[in-house]
T-cell receptor
Framework: EDQVTQSPEALRLQEGESSSLNCSYTVSGLRGLFWYRQDPGKGPEFLFTLYSAGEEKEKERLKATLTKKESFLHITAPKPEDSATYLCAVQVFYGGSQGNLIFGKGTKLSVKP | GAGVSQTPSNKVTEKGKYVELRCDPISGHTALYWYRQSLGQGPEFLIYFQGTGAADDSGLPNDRFFAVRPEGSVSTLKIQRTERGDSAVYLC?????????????FGPGTRLTVL
């Protein structure tokens, strides 16, 4: 069964304290791995897509990396506005499915000033 | 341009009632997905449309759930005989056609509460 596990469930950081969020996956065949940010009461907001092991993408204070078993979302010198739930999702090769995402439960990040 | 919109933003209903949730995708996006998100969980896939047809409805939990997209744009998720366990946020997402790994863009969701 295809699975996505995110850790930790919650993370509290001080402003400027860098850290990483983990997304480990067990899938039959990976088409793509997606990171989204979700603020309370809102829909997920797209951050990154990674397609192959070794790939890295950056956006402001965020950097996503991918290996054959997991992805990391590195947050450098976070600010309070980075506080949100970060969701990881995979897209797998299925015979009939056309791209639906399998999500982890998310990591709730709180950044204190 | 405008993003994915969903209406209503909140819906409170009584057990046993029928509800309809609407999704307006991004203009030009022919692929549309419905997901359901329970508290503290990630979104779970319900159904996928390519154009007017439901290409994959394997995520619908039972036959009380049904979705349509008659003109290949707006979609409606319909839930009959609602149960308290149906309470969740229902999310809609759309993407361009051509490459299935194209990004899915999500709407704000409809929070459904079944009393």
């Amino acid at each position: 069964e295809d699975q996505v596990t995110q850790s930790p469930e919650a993370l509290r950081l001080q402003e400027g304290e860098s850290s990483s969020l983990n997304c480990s996956y067990t899938v039959s065949g990976l088409r793509g791995l997606f990171w989204y940010r979700q603020d309370p009461g809102k829909g997920p907001e797209f951050l990154f897509t990674l397609y192959s092991a070794g790939e890295e993408k950056e956006k402001e204070r965020l950097k996503a990396t991918l290996t054959k078993k997991e992805s990391f979302l590195h947050i450098t010198a976070p600010k309070p506005e980075d506080s949100a739930t970060y969701l990881c999702a995979v897209q797998v090769f299925y015979g009939g499915s056309q791209g639906n995402l399998i999500f982890g439960k998310g990591t709730k990040l709180s950044v204190k000033p | 341009g405008a993003g994915v919109s969903q209406t209503p933003s909140n819906k409170v209903t009584e057990k046993g009632k029928y509800v309809e949730l609407r999704c307006d995708p991004i203009s030009g996006h022919t692929a549309l997905y419905w997901y359901r998100q329970s508290l503290g969980q990630g979104p779970e896939f319900l159904i996928y449309f390519q154009g007017t047809g439901a290409a994959d409805d394997s995520g619908l939990p039972n036959d009380r759930f049904f979705a349509v997209r008659p003109e290949g744009s707006v979609s409606t998720l319909k839930i009959q005989r609602t149960e308290r366990g149906d309470s969740a946020v229902y999310l809609c997402a759309s993407r361009k056609t051509g490459v299935s790994t194209d990004t899915q863009y999500f709407g704000p969701g409809t929070r459904l509460t079944v009393l």
